[in-house]
């Protein structure tokens, strides 16, 4: 596919969390296999998440019996891609512009034993950096949610000619 006919198969939708979500299933194998989902797309913010798959977890079963936790590798994935993706939210022209990740910063702050939400606020975007942080929820099934990691990421921006 072309940049031109990406472009215009980008321009067909008429809201950006629908844009996205298409974006990451058709383009996007790793996240798509993760089963990420865009659960929010606003100015300068957007939030991703992955629900609690076995096939995400350590293979460690928990010490007190309960099921095992999602590696940290999942957090640190949505940390950078929500991040980059929150970038294109400020941006001019988010589809013509490129990003690439030059640093990601990512703190664990305790094993994610469900569903993960991540929300990414945009800090600054200057004209070739952007810089976005990030907070990842997990939800157990119990119904209880709480931060299990935060993160800073600092991103390349490449504008279109």
Known sequence: MSNDEFAAVMASFDDLESMTQYYIDEH?????????????????TMTLAIPYDEK??????????????????????????????????????????QIATINLNVNYLRPATGDLAATADVIRVGSTVGVSEV??????????????ATGQGSFRIFRGE
Do not use: C, K, M, Y
């Open 135 to 148: 907070t990842v929820e997990s939800t157990t099934p119990d119904g209880e949610t709480t931060a299990v």
């Open 56 to 97: 995400l977890t350590n293979t460690r079963v928990g010490a007190n019996g309960t099921r095992p936790d999602i590696t940290g590798g999942i957090a640190a994935t949505l940390i950078d891609t929500a991040g980059g993706l929150a970038i294109r939210t400020a941006l001019e022209d988010p589809v013509a512009t």
């Open 28 to 44: 996007q194998e790793f996240l798509s296999w993760i089963g990420t989902t865009v659960e929010h797309v606003g100015e300068r």
